[in-house]
């Protein structure tokens, strides 16, 4: 997978305070340590230099259905909700109300 936009730290904790997932749920889902990620967001406006780190990003935003919007007409990047917020209602009911786990595919 490689990345299709250019992603800061502020983009990063713009997008995990907009789907409120912590660090270690971020981190955990982006396949990298909690120390990487802070580090990242540390480095504020400054781009993620390595395509490693963005394409972990990117599966993560992915994860929690955040999507980033790129810089444009004289705007800065930011990041929007991948589906509505009753949509996501309805997924973390599905996916929190329990019972045998199965799989998705349908023959």
Request: net charge negative; no cysteine.
């Given at each position: 997978?490689?990345?299709?936009f ?5 983009v ?30 540390a ?7 390595s395509?490693?780190?963005a394409d972990?990003?990117v599966?993560?935003f992915?994860?929690?259905?955040v999507v980033?919007v ?12 991948k ?15 329990g019972?045998?786990?199965r799989?998705d595919?349908?023959?």
């Amino acid at each position: 997978m490689t990345s299709q936009f250019k992603v800061t730290g502020r983009v990063i904790a713009a997008g995990r305070a907009l789907v409120e997932v912590g660090r270690e749920d971020f981190a955990k889902a982006a396949g990298l340590s909690v120390e990487a990620l802070t580090l990242l967001e540390a480095g504020g406006s400054a781009w993620v230099d390595s395509q490693v780190d963005a394409d972990a990003i990117v599966r993560a935003f992915d994860t929690f259905g955040v999507v980033v919007v790129d810089e444009a007409d004289g705007l800065g990047a930011g990041v929007r909700l991948k589906f509505t917020r009753q949509d996501v209602k309805q997924i973390v009911r599905l996916e929190t109300e329990g019972g045998m786990a199965r799989p998705d595919d349908a023959p």
